[in-house]
């Protein structure tokens, strides 16, 4: 499957921002997607995913409440809401995506399936 993030841009503090990850080339509905972000001098970190169905959801707790991630199988996308964005959360946000993840692997790295990342920024 291919991925294909966007959406990303410069914000100010308190504003909201919408990240897309669209999937071709697999059925996309049969894929575990999450997103992961890594800002300059740091690892990549976990910052949300999603189930299959999109009924099931899990968050970092940095982000919990701000950001909401949803799916919409039938456009074979994905989508990051972030809201009262904070100056921490600039980083290239990465969207990655895997058939076999269990739940409790969600926040684990090793997706088989990586787009190749869009930057926020979150500046006065």
């Known amino acids: 499957v291919q991925l294909q993030a966007s959406g990303g841009g410069l914000v100010q503090p308190g504003d909201s921002l919408r990240l897309s990850c669209g999937a071709s080339?697999?059925?996309?509905?049969?894929?575990?997607v999450a997103w992961f972000r890594q800002a300059p001098g740091k690892e990549r970190e976990f910052v949300a995913a999603i189930s299959r169905s999109g009924g099931s959801t899990a968050y970092a707790d940095s982000v919990k409440g701000r950001f909401a991630m949803s799916r919409d199988n039938a456009k074979n996308t994905v989508y990051l809401q972030m809201n009262s964005l904070k100056p921490e959360d600039t980083a290239v946000y990465y969207c990655?995506?895997?058939?076999?993840?269990?739940?409790?692997?969600?926040?684990?790295?090793?997706?088989?399936?990586w787009g190749q990342g869009t930057l926020v920024t979150v500046s006065s």
């Open positions: 990655a995506a895997d058939q076999g993840k269990i739940y409790s692997a969600w926040t684990n790295s090793d997706y088989a399936y």
């Open positions: 080339g697999a059925t996309f509905r049969a894929y575990v």
